[in-house]
């Protein structure tokens, strides 16, 4: 049914139509011919410009056949030609309906189809009215019109206009300068519209409404006052592989209840977005290419909740991925690259799912959640953006988990207001201008993240943040892998921060917080530095192996420091001093002969029960000191043993995991014999003494 039907058999009637008075020609109009017509029929038309009355073709297996230039011109409020006849093939024709400016021609149109299956090929549509209209038929009539190389210009209202029930194809078709729309499927319509070209329409190039089903496949559409698709309703169409360009409004609006499929199209350098899908809609987007878009590439709205996957997303304007409003949705698997402003944008309340994207390249952050915005994160790359990789503002609570988040021109992570996010298992590195920055009041979470070869620190809290800060390897950032400033209070616990070749640890300004159980080591300058009026609370941490200092307190610094092992640094473990006045008691400090604990200039604060390595260098005492110091090595060894064990008195104490090891000789009271350790288990690169062997047999008392 979809080959060009020729004269050949000979079983067909050929007549012939002709305006000249010298011609032998059967008939001198067409409306003549076709009222004498019969099957098999072969009506060929010479060429010229026919005045004919509406035509209406309800004979079946005809053929009519323009020889040259064929003008059919009808001047009545009713169609040029009504299509009801099956088998039939109309070429080569071009059909004109003229009528006056005044006339209201709602529900005309130039070529109707009310049944059948006729074939027109090569015609050119034209006139005041629509260009062709399908209309809704029964299910079993099941018309399949084709229209083959036609142009269709010059209409009002629409050039096509398929309606419920009816299954047309038009392939290879010219349909511009429209005063209406370009094809409109509306009511339960199917039908195929294949390789067309689509141009200067005043309303959408292709509008898909009701609950049609039809399908668009190979299409050009570009220079439309308005946009390219606009699906809605509850419009099941399925729409690949077209490329829309150069239109007013969107290339892709779906809304509604709409449910397409829309893929490996190109939606690009539009004065609107690329695809934006609003209200209710769904729908599945796979594989298109959304660039060059002057809005958004792709924006989400309302109460959509649309499924993109395998996308590429570039180059836009104003954004790559908005959301906005109560909207959902999925995107996994897409190439998000080189936008302005935002990769990705999200407002209002929306809470998508981002799973397997890369996030990359644009000029201004990668990602962008602001208002009361959520949605989870999860396996994507972000990386390159000029602006933060991720900036997260506002009341915002998103997720992010297990991303790779690197190379940055700015920060990694920018968390601000009162954001109250959660970030877990990311890799987080190479950041230019810190890999986290906290400020306001960011109340984030961050758990078992890792950390790295931040160019300007590691990770920053600044303002009244409030953090949670878990399990994270915080390590090999240029600055000091954490920095608390201002009157941030953080909680930071089980937390390994090693490697830095500035400070581990750095708290300042009128900082506070509590930090407990966290390893922190092997810093080019002080391991943990706590200056300004700070308040901090240090319970329970390892400080080791750095090359200056372990812990330095001074300025105004106040704070509590208790139960931390200190060991392993080439300058004294503990230096207080300027006016800082801390609480320190039963912390272990191991100096191996650096120095101990010093406290100089106007130090001030309570030392007690602390157990501090003795020999050289154990304890300095500037002239103008006035801390209280109070116990010696075997009452702070009593007293963290206690601790630690917990259960002399019928109780246990607070759960801190015991980093060291404690031996003192039971028959002794000397303080010498006290020994100090650190636990395999709790100190990498560690390795236990092997006991010596021992003859004793099993029977000899331990």
């Keep these: ?215 668009f496949e190979g299409n050009t559409i570009h220079h439309c006052s308005q946009g390219g698709f606009w699906v809605q309703e509850e419009s099941v169409s399925t729409i690949t592989n077209n490329d829309v360009h150069n239109t007013r409004l969107a290339a892709f609006q779906v809304g509604g209840h709409a449910n397409p499929v829309i893929m490996g199209n190109t939606a690009r350098e539009s004065q609107g977005g690329g695809i934006v899908v609003h209200e209710n809609a769904q729908g599945v987007y796979t594989r298109n290419t959304v660039r060059n878009n002057r809005l958004a590439g792709v924006g989400v709205t309302d109460d959509a909740d649309p499924l993109f996957t395998a996308n590429i997303i570039c180059d836009g304007q104003s954004g790559g991925v908005v959301l906005h409003g109560k909207c959902m949705g999925v995107f996994e698997r897409n190439r998000i690259t080189n936008n302005a402003r935002a990769n990705v944008g999200l407002k209002g309340q929306a809470r998508p799912l981002f799973d397997g994207n890369t996030v990359a390249g644009g000029s201004g952050y990668g990602i962008w959640i602001q208002d009361t915005a959520s949605g989870t994160f999860q396996n994507n790359v972000i990386e390159r953006n000029a602006f933060a990789n991720v900036a997260v503002s506002d009341s915002a609570t998103p997720l992010l988990e297990n991303n790779i988040i690197s190379d940055g021109l700015q920060m990694g992570l920018l968390l601000r207001h ?120 240090l319970e329970g941490n390892s400080i080791l192996d750095g090359a200056a200092s372990g812990l330095v307190i001074e300025d105004s610094a106040l704070g509590v420091f208790r139960l931390n092992l200190i060991a392993g640094h080439e300058q004294p473990a503990v230096a207080v001093q300027g006016h800082a006045k801390p609480v320190m008691e039963l912390n272990m400090v191991m100096h191996g002969g650096a120095g101990g604990v010093w406290l100089d200039e106007e130090a001030g604060g309570s030392l007690s029960h602390n157990l501090v390595e003795t020999g050289d260098g154990a304890w300095r005492i500037g002239g103008a000191v006035v801390s209280v110091i109070v116990g010696d090595n075997l009452s702070a060894q009593e007293a963290i ?41 709790h100190r990498e690169g560690f390795e236990p003494p092997v006991p010596p062997p021992s003859s004793a047999s099993s029977s000899d008392p331990p």
């Design 418 to 537: 009162t954001e109250r996010g959660v970030y877990r298992g990311n890799k987080i590195s190479g950041h230019a201008s810190g890999n986290i920055v906290m400020l306001d009041q960011s109340s984030a979470m961050l758990v078992g993240n890792h950390i790295s070869r931040g160019r300007a620190g590691g990770v920053l809290v600044r303002g009244n943040s409030c953090p949670t800060i878990r399990q994270n390897r915080i390590i090999s950032n240029e600055g000091a892998n954490l920095a608390v400033l201002d009157e941030a209070v953080p909680i930071m616990e089980d937390n390994t921060l090693a490697d830095s070749p500035a400070r581990g640890l750095v708290i300042i300004a009128k900082a506070g917080g509590e930090y407990r159980r966290n390893i922190i080591r092997n810093s080019d300058l002080a391991n943990v530095y706590v200056g300004g009026q700070a308040t901090p609370l």
């Design 1 to 215: 049914k979809h080959l060009t039907m020729e004269v050949e058999a000979e079983s067909i009637s050929v007549v012939t139509v002709s305006k000249a008075e010298s011609s032998a020609a059967n008939f001198s109009s067409l409306s003549d011919a076709l009222a004498h017509a019969k099957p098999h029929t072969c009506i060929r038309i010479a060429a010229g410009a026919y005045e004919e009355p509406p035509l209406t073709l309800d004979v079946d297996d005809l053929q009519i056949i323009g020889d040259g230039t064929v003008s059919i011109i009808c001047r009545s409020l009713d169609a040029v030609m009504k299509l009801r006849s099956s088998r039939t093939l109309v070429k080569g024709l071009k059909l004109v309906l003229v009528l006056a400016e005044e006339v209201e021609t709602d529900g005309l149109s130039c070529i109707m189809v009310e049944s059948g299956s006729v074939t027109m090929e090569g015609c050119h549509i034209s006139g005041s009215a629509g260009g062709v209209l399908v209309m809704p038929s029964a299910p079993e009539d099941n018309p399949e019109p084709i229209f083959r190389n036609c142009h269709i210009t010059e209409c009002k209202d629409f050039a096509i206009k398929v309606m419920g029930g009816s299954n047309p194809h038009f392939d290879q078709c010219q349909i511009y300068n429209i005063k209406g729309f370009g094809i409109v499927a509306c009511g339960d319509a199917r039908g195929v519209f294949s390789g067309n070209d689509i141009s200067s329409t005043s309303h959408a190039a292709v509008v898909s409404g009701g609950k049609s089903s039809s399908t």
């Design 641 to 681: 043993w206690t601790h630690y064990e917990g259960e002399s008195k019928g109780r246990v104490v607070a759960k801190t995991p015991a980093p060291a090891i404690l031996v003192c000789n039971p028959d002794s009271k000397s303080t010498d014999h006290v020994c100090l350790g650190m636990s395999a288990d």
